[in-house]
């Protein structure tokens, strides 16, 4: 009953072994290779080059706190345009940014901090554990710290909006939630 299943997925691995095994057997190198431009291509120092690793954009200082008051300007412009907002509704939810932008800017920068001294902390012969454990509290509390940054800007954005925009917010709110992260 289950014979043709089971040799079919018995061949597809097989195949699969020969032809991804391949490249297994070979060692790979120890440090990434980037790709250099030619001298005639290479861009003058005072120009800023796209990151090498797209992926790990937002951990070298990018993506975050770099850009978080043009991300939120372009939210509320979106918000804005579906929700019809009034100039007043509109100036409300910008200071609700604005003061949302600011706290979380120098709360990400004190959690780096905070992350270089544990760091530098655990990198003693003999990490003292008290210091290390005040060090993670303190990180945690600047954590909760921003995330009810988070929550107070939703709350006072909520309070400004009529019970009609409400909850079209809160359908806008789950369908961006089902599509997943955006592309920066």
């Known amino acids: 009953m289950y014979r043709t299943p ?15 095994g391949v490249g297994l ?9 980037i790709p250099q431009e030619p001298p005639s291509t290479q861009r003058p120092e005072h120009q800023a080059s796209p990151p090498r690793w797209p992926h790990m954009y937002h951990r070298m200082g990018h993506g975050h706190s770099a850009d978080l008051g043009a991300r939120l300007s372009r939210h509320l412009e979106r918000m804005a345009e579906a929700l ?5 509704q509109r100036t409300q939810i910008q200071a609700l940014q604005l003061t949302y932008a600011k706290e979380a800017i120098r709360g990400r920068a004190e959690l780096a901090v905070m992350r270089l001294d544990l760091r530098q902390l655990l ?3 003999q990490p003292d554990l008290t210091q290390v454990k005040t060090v993670l509290q303190q990180m945690a509390g600047k ?5 009810m940054a988070r929550i ?9 909006l009529t019970p009609a925009q409400r909850q079209q917010w809160r359908t806008m709110r789950v369908q961006r939630m089902q599509e997943g992260p955006r592309e920066p």
Not at 84 to 88: E, K, Q, R, V
Not at 152 to 160: E, I
Request: some cysteine.
């Open 6 to 20: 089971r040799m079919l997925m018995g061949t597809a691995f097989a195949l699969g072994c020969l032809m991804g």
């Open 25 to 33: 057997a070979q060692p790979r190198p120890s440090t990434p290779q």
């Open 84 to 88: 019809h907002l009034s100039n007043d």
């Open 123 to 125: 990198q003693a012969e």
């Open 143 to 147: 954590q909760t710290e921003l995330r």
């Open 152 to 160: 107070t800007l939703m709350l006072g954005t909520r309070s400004v």
